[in-house]
């Protein structure tokens, strides 16, 4: 349906590629609403800004051992034995998170994370990362 509207606004052909025209009109896709949005939760989490129901809901690495590695920082991911689970929060967030750089990471605010994971995901429809 969001295909189907972007070709509608744009006056497009109803064949042609919708990757240039959310582009060009600055509009996510909801696949990147939804990472966006879990992004937004997970920087959420890291300065303890969510309710405290949320306060165990994951854990560091640096949390189950004591020694020093280069991914002390990042969150554990946990396994399933079951395929929905792999959708889950609880398992998209951490592996979302540890994917993040770390300059973004280290954001000043909500506001600004947005902002900046905004203009990431913006870059993947071109396919330029950076």
Known sequence: IQKWAIRTVANAHYRDHTVPLF?????????????LELGTFMYRHSINELPCSFDNYFTK???THNYKTRY????????NKK????HAIRTRGPILWNSLDKNLKASKSVKHFRNEFKKILFLSFS???S
């Open 83 to 86: 395929v929905f689970s792999d």
């Open 72 to 79: 002390v920082n990042d969150l554990n991911l946990t396994k």
């Open 23 to 35: 582009a060009n009109y600055n509009i996510l896709k909801v696949e990147d609403m939804y990472t």
């Open 127 to 129: 396919g330029k990362q």
């Open 61 to 63: 690495r640096s949390d």
